[in-house]
């Protein structure tokens, strides 16, 4: 992390608790905590970019009023009662400001970030990081009993890696408590190529921190018609239907959200169709 004052103690009751909860050893070095997003949409009508560059901080939900997820960031909601759970209360009474950030630990080395279902980019953020995250297996909404920190991660990876969950549900998933700034926390944005040469790559680059580009997300109809029992026949139709020239692609999901004619949670199924059968297999070059 960047120089920071001393964690809070609500911040410091949450890791504690954690802490208390796993055992084992440390964990190994090299894995980054990514921050799956999607880069070309809005929170509270500004283009999410443009917010990260004012405010200098990747925030959580209960800031923001936006997810990519479920939206129960509030009190009594699910997000809130999960985090009461999970971190002994610590943060029953503490302004959103104060509560986590989520992403993931990126165990498999991935180019697309360690949970695209959450986004076609990601934030890998820095070894410091690691210091201030707590990490449960599998995904908090589903009541995880398996908890770790980076000083005490016995087993935790490993039944991630054994689990045989969707290829979009096995992930490791972190809460990051302290505040992670782009200037310094962020080792590079990491975008989808359909974005070259948009707005979304300009404002990427106004950005304090390096830019990327993984392989990409790119689904041909023929092979999206293969999997109506994934998600639903009906989001099939829904991808199919948006597809241009026979394929589909994470801009052409980013402007059917933005058009606002379709149910954004129908949107985002189609977006985990994309994500799980539509990862390019051919490498591209990391800078750029």
Known sequence: MTTDPPLSPVRRRALAHVASLSSGLPLEPGPRVT???HPDRTVAGRPILERLREDGLYVSQFV???SNGGLTAHPGGDRWR???RIFGGAYDGAGAAERPVYGALDVRRSPFGAAPRFGSAHFRLAAGVLAAATFCYPDSAAEPVHFGVAARMSGLVELAEADGRDALDDYVEAQIHAPVRLDGDVEA???DPVFRGTEVEAAAHRLPCPVEWHPGFRLPVEELRLHPG???PEFVALGSTLAVEGWLDARIVGDAVRAGLHEAQDLKRVWHL???FGRALAALPAGG
């Open 82 to 84: 999960w985090e009461s």
């Open 230 to 232: 994934y998600r639903g």
């Open 64 to 66: 923001t009023g936006t």
């Open 35 to 37: 921050l799956n997003f």
């Open 189 to 191: 944005l990491v975008l």
């Open 274 to 276: 994309l994500a799980r």
